[in-house]
């Protein structure tokens, strides 16, 4: 979800539900704050569910031959009791390629890739239980799990080839190291070096998703670097 009009409408419906039930008059904040959690996706699914019938299936999301979409979605905690809204959550982005962040449950990315018809991978981290995953609408060609290579890495890395109209694909999907402070940025720096290093043929086309955890003025994210 992104700021915008439509976030502003959701908010606002939000906020008349709030008033109605308590009594008590809601103030309206930066959307992206209020609708953070996937309670509040889950209402913003719901009321879009409504007016679209039938629901998705795979044969009626069909990718463009000239556009690829790609997303990332930490979906908190493996998802688990929150499933089917992030199943239409990831329906309503229409992605073809999709990160997924804090995929603590194999089981559960199972679920979300039959919901959703597409091929997937994990990769699960030997040191903890933050694993990434990847869902696909091409076929998945090789993964390689980096957290089991590189077991400093706090969280999950995987590289992927996805095979994309008949054009390898490389896709990066990285959970690095949280929290505000320098040490933790110098830990995900040190992340960085090491991931990158496994890129090997810099020729290839590649795309890094997933969550860096950029989230405090002192954490730029340097693209062009």
Not at 10 to 16: F, N, P
Not at 131 to 157: E, F
Not at 166 to 191: D, K, S, T, Y
Request: glycine share 6%.
């Amino acid at each position: 979800l992104s700021s915008g009009d439509w976030l502003w409408k959701v908010a606002s419906d939000l906020r008349e539900s709030v008033e109605k039930s308590s009594g008590k008059k809601a103030e309206l904040r930066d959307p992206p704050a209020i609708l953070w959690g996937d309670f509040y996706c889950r209402l913003a699914v719901k009321k879009q569910a409504a007016e679209r019938r039938p629901p998705y299936n795979r044969t009626m999301i069909q990718s463009s031959t000239s556009t690829l979409r790609i997303a990332a979605y930490n979906i908190l905690q493996g998802g688990i009791g929150r499933l089917d809204p992030i199943a239409e959550t990831l329906l309503t982005l229409e992605a073809d390629l999709i990160a997924l962040i804090e995929a603590n449950d194999p089981q559960a990315v199972a679920y979300l890739a039959q919901r959703t018809g597409m091929h997937h991978a994990v990769a699960q981290s030997p040191t903890g239980p933050f694993h990434v995953a990847l869902l696909s609408r091409y076929p998945i060609r090789q993964m390689l799990n980096l957290g089991a290579k590189h077991r400093s890495i706090s969280r999950a890395a995987m590289l992927a080839i996805v095979q994309v109209q008949g054009q390898p694909l490389r896709l990066g999907v990285f959970h690095l190291q949280a929290g505000l402070g320098q040490a933790c940025e110098a830990q995900r720096m040190a992340e960085l070096k090491w991931l990158l290093s496994d890129l090997g043929d810099r020729t290839l086309p590649t795309v890094l998703a997933g969550d860096f955890n950029t989230n405090a003025p002192w954490h730029p994210l340097d693209i062009e670097a």
